[in-house]
């Protein structure tokens, strides 16, 4: 497939990268700051917090599918993953293009968005500690990160665009395990931890499940 990785250098997307290459893949990267991306067909700088339509639309015409790994690492870069992604779906609309797989977090299915201002109180997978203690912690400590994937998540729900938003909890940079769980619409009981190789390895797998299209999907160790 031809595909087309955004945040190309962060932990998930160089994971991507490097997965989609030893499965075959073409893989055209984009990156602020490609240095250090080898073996891919075609590397694209492009800053998706000020994101230049015409390079988005040069890194995506002929793409089979996009995939994602944007998002805000620090408070202060809260912003980049709603702007960026509303960047890359304009950017396939104009090129036709209509696959897409994004990465988001697991709080967010009780997050309040633009588009879902009451969101449910708890998510069905979640259990009792996180229900009232690390999912609350979390949303007071990085609340302008979730309001960024908030953006995020919205941009594609409206897009019309072929889309899957993977909801990974806590990520670690342990090695590829290729034994996680996942579930349709809601986070996985007792699922605290999963590394980014893992996190990438099922977005990668996402693109042969059309049963994951429009779908929100949680994963964990």
């Known amino acids: 497939m031809q595909l087309t ?27 602020r700051n490609p240095r250090g991306l080898g073996g891919v067909a075609r590397v694209v700088t492009a800053d998706l917090s000020a994101p230049d339509p015409a390079v988005l639309r040069d890194a995506v015409a002929g ?14 870069e809260a912003g980049v993953a709603g702007t960026g992604t509303r960047a ?17 977090a697991a709080p ?4 309040p968005t633009p588009a879902n201002p009451r969101p449910p109180r708890f998510d069905p997978g979640d259990g009792f500690f996180m229900r009232h203690l690390f999912a609350p912690f979390a949303k007071a400590s990085f609340r302008p990160v979730y309001e960024d994937l908030a953006v995020l998540e919205d941009v594609l729900r409206d897009s019309g665009l072929d889309w899957t938003i993977v909801r990974p909890p806590r990520l670690t940079d342990k090695p590829l395990t290729g ?3 996942t579930a349709h619409g809601r986070n996985i009981r007792g699922g605290w931890l999963v590394p980014r190789a893992d996190v990438a390895h099922y977005m990668l ?4 499940d059309p049963g994951t299209v429009k779908q929100i999907m949680g994963i964990a160790t």
């Open 108 to 111: 967010m299915g009780t997050f």
């Open 205 to 208: 797998r996402t693109l042969r």
């Open 179 to 181: 034994v996680y769980r």
């Open 5 to 31: 990785i955004f945040a190309a250098t962060g932990g998930i997307g160089r994971q991507l990268v490097e997965q989609a290459l030893v499965e075959g893949h073409d893989v055209t990267a984009v990156a």
């Open 88 to 104: 890359i779906a304009a950017a396939m609309h104009d090129t036709g293009v209509r696959r897409i797989v994004v990465v988001s």
């Open 63 to 76: 793409a089979d599918a996009v995939l994602s790994g944007l998002g805000p690492r620090t408070r202060a």
